[in-house]
């Protein structure tokens, strides 16, 4: 008997965006002949609301947990900073600006495109909603950064204060070692845990992003579709602005090497990482063509390209980037300047945390818009279209893990230039 192949997730989750959309266009069409009083009462303010909610709510439950939890086991990893030296802080410092240039990168050009206008639900946001949305100074956001009482951080969602404690205590682990080896095995564990729940949500995500999306082109209709390519166009754009002009412009400036032979040389390994959407995943083939294929000693690979999988999310501030811009226009709430420093102060801190596994980038969103002050509801938005640009950003992600190793090698005299001329 024939075996019925099994549908992926990434499948689900795009049939359930298409389904919602094409059932909300039609239930407007319906509310627009007579029915709005059935059609509000019993489904877009009834059973999609509720759906709606319940996954919104389950998203918000694991952000805490996630990012703490993976910030700390991301930061006691890099334990071998402390022997390396000065490798440590020259990666650490180009892993940070190259992830601070992608996200302004993706702001800048999305002020361009303007991918959310078309939509209009600020409208349906209520009073208190809207109220909600406060801008603090840049000199707050950063004295507040430091937390009086974590717990209260944890309790209240301020994520930039949990992203800083969770820092710190990932860091004091890393410098004692074996001494804390058993909370440093209970915290990997817990970040097992952690992962596995998140894994949990995503399997009911084509359900939640069926209701929200067929209730925002209820109320929206069939011009919602144009905001959302603009937004796919926003996105592709920033991915291919920074890989060409960022990577190639670093690696020809930083180390006089050709951007052109590391195309040619690395694209089969940017291929298997469009495919798995994992950096994590990739990473063995990232390193052996890093090596072999590049030059690059095993001594700055085995340092630099784990380290970046872990805390080098360049594609991932892209997309959070275009994502805040997209959402906020779509909601019409504007951002001021403090703002978008926090938004790029946040996405390049949450990057740290953001495991490299297909998906999780959504998650982390969510604490980006928190610290906007914008809806996290306008994630439904983008979910279902999400897995094309996970890919694609994924693909990103390990390059620049890569330039940054052949920068670090060529300035410490680690790089074979035969090898990766040859």
């Known amino acids: 008997m024939k075996k019925h192949k099994k549908v992926s997730l990434t499948t689900k989750i795009l049939i359930a965006l298409i389904f919602g959309a094409v059932t909300g266009t039609a239930l407007n069409i319906f509310a627009s002949l007579g029915a709005q ?60 600006s190259t992830t601070s240039i992608a996200i302004t ?23 208190s909603e809207i109220s909600t949305v406060k801008t603090p100074t840049l000199v707050d956001t950063i004295a507040n950064i430091i937390p009086s009482n974590p717990f209260t951080a944890f309790s209240d969602g301020k994520m930039l204060q949990v992203i800083f404690f969770a820092l710190i205590f990932g860091f004091a682990m890393a410098v004692l070692g074996e001494k804390v080896a058993t909370v440093k095995k209970l915290t990997e564990e817990l970040n097992e845990i952690v992962m596995k729940m998140v894994m949990m949500v995503m399997e009911v995500a084509p359900y939640g992003v069926f209701a929200l999306v067929a209730n925002v082109f209820a109320k929206e209709g069939f ?15 920033a991915l291919f602005i920074h890989f060409i002009f960022t990577y190639s412009l670093s690696l020809k400036i930083f180390a006089k090497l050709s951007p052109i ?16 959407a994992s950096s994590n995943a990739t990473l063995p083939i990232t390193m052996e063509t890093a090596e072999k294929d590049l030059g690059i000693s095993n001594k700055i690979a085995s340092f630099t390209l784990p380290l970046g999988a872990t805390i ?86 390990i390059s620049g893990d890569t330039v940054v190793s052949l920068i670090i090698a060529k300035s410490e005299g680690e790089l074979d230039e035969k090898v990766f001329n040859s």
């Open 312 to 397: 080098n999310m360049d594609g991932t501030a892209i997309m959070q980037g275009a994502a805040v811009v997209f959402i906020s226009q779509a909601y019409g709430i504007e951002l001021t300047l403090t703002n978008l420093a926090i938004v790029v102060l946040t996405a390049t801190l949450a990057s740290i945390g953001t495991a490299g596994v297909p998906g999780v980038g959504l998650i982390t969103l969510s604490l980006v818009l928190k610290e906007a002050g914008l809806p996290i509801e306008g994630i439904a938005l983008i979910m279902g279209i999400d897995r094309i640009l996970d890919m694609t950003r994924t693909a990103v992600n």
């Open 223 to 237: 011009s919602a579709f144009a905001p959302l390519l603009k937004y796919i166009f926003t996105v592709f754009l």
């Open 37 to 96: 009083d059935i059609i509000g009462t019993w489904l877009t303010g009834g059973i999609f609301d509720l759906v709606g909610r319940m996954f919104l709510a389950s998203i918000k439950m694991l952000v805490v947990p996630l990012v703490l939890v993976s910030l700390i086991c991301g930061a006691a990893g890099i334990s071998d900073i402390r022997k390396l030296g000065r490798v440590g802080g020259k990666t650490l410092l180009f892993y940070i």
């Open 105 to 127: 990168i993706a702001l800048s050009l999305s002020y361009i495109t303007n991918p959310g206008k078309g939509f209009n639900l600020g409208e349906h946001l209520s009073k």
């Open 261 to 276: 032979t590391f195309i040619k040389k690395f694209y089969p390994t940017m291929l298997v990482a469009f495919s798995t």
